[in-house]
């Protein structure tokens, strides 16, 4: 089992800046991959930014590119996720989830955390 509990969401206005923090206790926390995910209201869950467990690959939502950024310190077994030039439309609930195996389908992930909402005003 994997226990992950998110912080760092909150309120910022358009062009401001968030990072968001992903803390895990349980199993090695290197051997996961760790995906960041979002869901706005009336959205599906959707594929923000993955990284593997060694840190030495990162991938990201088209969306996000160039904006956000994945990182992970597994000496304290966290995952972050921070987000800079942020608009309107990255508001939503932010999860982070982890897997033995990096995919970009919610569906593949076994363990989730409870999610951190980030609301950008206009």
């Known amino acids: 089992q994997v226990q992950l509990v998110e912080s760092g969401g909150g309120l910022v206005q358009a062009g401001g800046s968030l990072r968001l923090s992903c803390a895990a206790s349980?199993?090695?926390?290197?051997?996961?991959?760790m995906t960041w995910f979002r869901q706005a209201p009336g959205k599906d869950r959707e594929f923000v930014a993955s990284i593997r467990g060694s840190g030495g690959s990162t991938y990201y939502a088209d969306s996000v590119k160039g904006r956000f950024t994945i990182s992970r310190d597994n000496a304290k077994s966290t995952v972050y996720l921070q987000m800079n030039s942020l608009k309107p439309e990255d508001t939503a609930m932010y999860y982070c989830?982890?897997?033995?195996?990096?995919?970009?389908?919610?569906?593949?992930?076994?363990?989730w955390g409870q999610g951190t909402q980030v609301t950008v005003s206009s």
């Open positions: 989830a982890a897997s033995q195996y990096l995919a970009t389908m919610a569906g593949k992930y076994d363990y």
């Open positions: 349980g199993r090695t926390f290197s051997a996961y991959a």
